[in-house]
C-alpha cells in the first residue's frame, strides 16, 4: 500500500511538474515573443527614422535631377521600409526587412530577396507571422479588395491595393511571388505586391496569400497619403 501511494505520488508531482513546463512554454510563446518583436520592430522603426532624417532632402519639381545612380543592394536582416495596413487598425506598422529567415521575421516583416523593390516593376513580396512575435498578419484573413497597404522607404509612399481575397496555397507553391503572380488574375508585367502568412492560424502546413498592385505614389516631404490622413 506505502508504494502504491509512492508511485502515485510521484506521478502526481510529475504531472504537475510537466503541466508548469506546458503552461511556461505557453506564455513564453503568446507573450515573450511578442514582447521582443515589439520591441525589435520599434527599433527597426527608429533606426529607420533616424538615418531618414540625415537624408539630403529630395530636390523640388523642376530642379535639375542628379545622374542616375544603381540602388545599394538591401542589407541581409536589416530594415530598409515600414509598412502600414489600415484595415489592421491605425496603430499597425512594422519595418520591413531583407530576407524571410526565422531570426529575420522575429524582428517584423521579411522581403523576399530577390523580388521587386517597393514601386519597381515587378513583384515586390513581403512575408510575416500569422502568430508569435508581436502577431503582425493575425487579421490576413480580413483583408479585402481595395484595401491599401502603405509602403514607406524614406522618400516615398507607395500605395498597393488589394485585389482580391487572400488565397490558400501549400508552401512549395513558390509561383505566388513570381514577377507575375500565378493565380492572382494579373495577366502581364506590373508593380506588384505579394503578402504571404502561415495557415492555418496556429500551424504552418499552407500559406494565405494577398496580392495588390501599385495604386499611387506620393513623396515622404508632400505628407502622408489620403489612407492615412483621413
Same mark, same amino acid.
Given at each position: 500500500?506505502? /508504494?502504491?501511494?509512492?508511485?502515485?505520488?510521484? $506521478? /502526481?508531482?510529475?504531472?504537475?511538474t510537466v503541466g508548469t513546463l506546458i503552461v511556461l512554454f505557453v506564455a513564453y510563446v503568446l507573450l515573450w515573443t511578442g514582447v521582443k518583436a515589439?520591441?525589435?520592430a520599434d527599433d *527597426?522603426? +527608429?533606426?529607420l527614422n533616424s538615418r531618414w532624417a540625415r537624408q539630403p532632402a529630395a530636390p523640388s519639381a523642376g530642379a535639375p535631377s542628379a545622374? /542616375?545612380?544603381?540602388? /545599394?543592394?538591401?542589407?541581409?536582416?536589416k530594415p530598409f521600409a515600414?509598412?502600414?495596413?489600415?484595415? $489592421?487598425g491605425s496603430g499597425w506598422e512594422w519595418p520591413v526587412l531583407e530576407n524571410t529567415e526565422a531570426r529575420t521575421l522575429q524582428k517584423g516583416l521579411g522581403h523576399y530577396s530577390g523580388t521587386a523593390r517597393p514601386g519597381e516593376s515587378g513583384n515586390f513580396a513581403v512575408a510575416g507571422h500569422r502568430r508569435t512575435y508581436?502577431?503582425?498578419?493575425?487579421?490576413?484573413p480580413k483583408l479585402r479588395p481595395g484595401d491599401a497597404v502603405i509602403v514607406n522607404d524614406g522618400t516615398t509612399w507607395f500605395t498597393y491595393r488589394i485585389v482580391k481575397e487572400p488565397y490558400r496555397t501549400v508552401p512549395t507553391d513558390t509561383a505566388v511571388v513570381d514577377p507575375v503572380p500565378r493565380?492572382?488574375?494579373?495577366? *502581364?508585367? *506590373?508593380?506588384?505586391?505579394?503578402?504571404?502568412?502561415?495557415?492555418?492560424?496556429? *500551424?504552418?502546413?499552407?500559406?494565405?496569400? +494577398?496580392?495588390?498592385h501599385l495604386d499611387a505614389t506620393r513623396p515622404?516631404?508632400?505628407g502622408k497619403p489620403p489612407d492615412l490622413t483621413g
Open positions: 500500500m506505502r /508504494s502504491l501511494r509512492l508511485v502515485v505520488r510521484t $506521478f /502526481s508531482e510529475l504531472c504537475i515589439a520591441d525589435a *527597426g522603426i +527608429a533606426t545622374p /542616375s545612380v544603381s540602388p /545599394s543592394p538591401y542589407r541581409d536582416g515600414t509598412m502600414r495596413i489600415p484595415r $489592421f508581436g502577431d503582425p498578419f493575425k487579421d490576413f493565380r492572382s488574375g494579373f495577366e *502581364g508585367p *506590373g508593380r506588384y505586391l505579394t503578402l504571404t502568412t502561415c495557415e492555418p492560424e496556429w *500551424g504552418s502546413s499552407h500559406r494565405l496569400i +494577398a496580392w495588390a515622404v516631404s508632400e
